[in-house]
Each structure stands twice: as structure tokens, then as C-alpha cells.
């Protein structure tokens, strides 16, 4: 049984940075895409970032260009999401995502697996 587990999120002022972490178990991601997506009520889930196995990164850069980093590492099956200058508008439950694919995609389709989601609340 696959499992992903989301940790780092919280409350922060406008301005501030979280880590977000999404460590998998069950089985290994070394070949596979992983990604991040996050909601707010009564909204479908938005793409906010995805990296590749060998590290090939892209963002939904309308949103979250220059202020979020994605990384991983493989060694330890653990996917992270650096977010600074936050906005209140980055308020949302963030989901870590795993692909059985290499290719880096951006929509919630092309994901498999799903982790229970970490709720980010940033104040004004």
C-alpha cells in the first residue's frame, strides 16, 4: 500500500516561509514524478509545482513564480516545497502527489497517489 504523508504546514504572516515536506512509504519514487497541488473550498485542486526523478522542476509560475521551490530526495523518498513571501492568497490545503511516470505533469490526473493534505493558512 502506497502512502504519502504531508508535514510542515501552519499558520504564518504575510511575508513569512513554511517547509512543506511529503514523505512516501510503501514503495520507492526514484523513477517517478512527484508533485504539489493545493485547494481552498468550493475550488478544484490547482497544480503548484512538480519535479522529476533526475530533478527537472516547473511551476505554475502565474502563481507561485520565484517564491516556491520544489526539491526531493530520492534517497530518502521525501519530496519538499519551500514557499517564502507568502500571501494571504496562498492560503489552501496543500497535497503531495506521486506519478508511476517520469514525465512531470500538471494536472491532478496524471497522479496516482495522494497524500491526506496539509492546511497552510497565511494572515494579513
Known amino acids: 500500500q502506497v502512502q504519502l504523508v504531508e508535514s510542515g504546514g501552519g499558520l504564518v504572516q504575510a511575508g513569512g516561509s513554511l517547509r512543506l515536506s511529503c514523505a512516501a512509504s510503501?514503495?520507492?519514487?526514484?523513477?517517478?514524478?512527484m508533485g504539489w497541488f493545493r485547494q481552498v473550498p468550493g475550488k478544484g485542486r490547482e497544480f503548484v509545482a512538480a519535479?522529476?526523478?533526475?530533478?527537472?522542476?516547473?511551476y505554475n509560475t502565474d502563481s507561485v513564480k520565484g517564491r516556491f521551490t520544489i526539491s526531493r530526495a530520492n534517497a530518502k523518498n521525501t519530496v519538499y516545497l519551500q514557499m517564502n513571501s507568502l500571501k494571504p492568497e496562498d492560503t489552501a490545503i496543500y497535497y503531495c502527489?506521486?506519478?508511476?511516470?517520469?514525465?512531470?505533469?500538471?494536472?491532478?490526473?496524471?497522479?496516482?497517489?495522494w497524500g491526506q493534505g496539509t492546511q497552510v493558512t497565511v494572515s494579513s
Open positions: 510503501g514503495r520507492t519514487f526514484n523513477s517517478g514524478a
Open positions: 519535479i522529476s526523478w533526475i530533478g527537472r522542476t516547473t
Open positions: 502527489a506521486a506519478s508511476d511516470t517520469s514525465v512531470v505533469y500538471t494536472t491532478t490526473s496524471r497522479y496516482a497517489y
